[in-house]
């Protein structure tokens, strides 16, 4: 049975039998880069190039867990939210809170402005060259632009008309005027 010596930092530690040199690399004790000797060898030797090879530094691990934010499906949609007067839960189809009145925000047909897009629609179609469909908004500035440069030659004018259309218009805060009616 062969007996090994170990060197590690230049430290000889030994004789170990084969069972014992592999059991300690096997919890840690023998770091890769160690030499070892063994009668029969011309000279040390680094523990890679023997019969021990290099050692597992430790067992592979699994792929890292999805984030929530990773999910490939998106979450069911609540239903319940709580009121922003009250909070109180109510339903995402009640349009107020049945106990303050409090406005849903979270209703589809809630819109955080007073403005509707048929009106605006009207307005750009038939008095669109003045801007009016503007003022009713609350862009001043850019209604009187529009009829300083007679809306843009038409072009302004179509390009609203295409925009209050699909839904896209907004008011002077930024709002999306989503109602119709």
């Known amino acids: 049975?062969?007996?090994?010596?170990?060197?590690?930092?230049?430290?000889?530690?030994?004789?170990?039998?084969?069972?014992?040199?592999?059991?300690?690399?096997?919890?840690?004790?023998?770091?890769?880069?160690?030499?070892?000797?063994?009668?029969?060898?011309?000279?040390?030797q680094?523990?890679?190039?023997?019969?021990?090879?290099?050692?597992?530094?430790?067992?592979?691990?699994?792929?890292?867990?999805?984030?929530?934010?990773?999910?490939?499906?998106?979450?069911p949609p609540q239903s319940m939210?709580?009121?922003?007067?009250?909070?109180?839960?109510?339903?995402v189809t009640a349009a107020a809170c049945p106990h303050c009145g409090a406005v849903n925000e979270h209703h589809p047909d809630y819109s955080p402005t007073d403005k509707r897009i048929l009106i605006a629609f009207v307005l750009c179609f038939f008095l669109g060259g003045l801007g009016m469909h503007r003022f009713y908004v609350g862009k001043?500035?850019?209604?009187?632009?529009?009829i300083v440069t007679l809306a843009g030659l038409g072009i302004w004018w179509l390009v609203d008309m295409i925009i209050i259309a699909t839904g896209n218009f907004t008011d002077r805060d930024g709002n999306k005027i989503?109602?119709?009616?």
Do not use: K, N
Request: charge should be negative; charged fraction near 15%.
């Open 81 to 91: 939210y709580p009121c922003r007067g009250c909070g109180r839960p109510i339903h």
């Open 46 to 75: 680094p523990l890679s190039q023997t019969e021990f090879g290099i050692p597992p530094l430790r067992p592979p691990l699994p792929p890292p867990m999805p984030y929530p934010a990773m999910q490939l499906s998106p979450p």
């Open 140 to 146: 001043w500035g850019t209604a009187i632009l529009m």
């Open 1 to 44: 049975m062969a007996e090994w010596y170990i060197s590690v930092g230049g430290v000889r530690q030994g004789p170990y039998p084969t069972a014992e040199v592999q059991r300690l690399i096997a919890e840690g004790s023998i770091p890769p880069e160690a030499h070892v000797w063994r009668d029969g060898m011309v000279e040390w």
């Open 178 to 181: 989503t109602v119709w009616l």
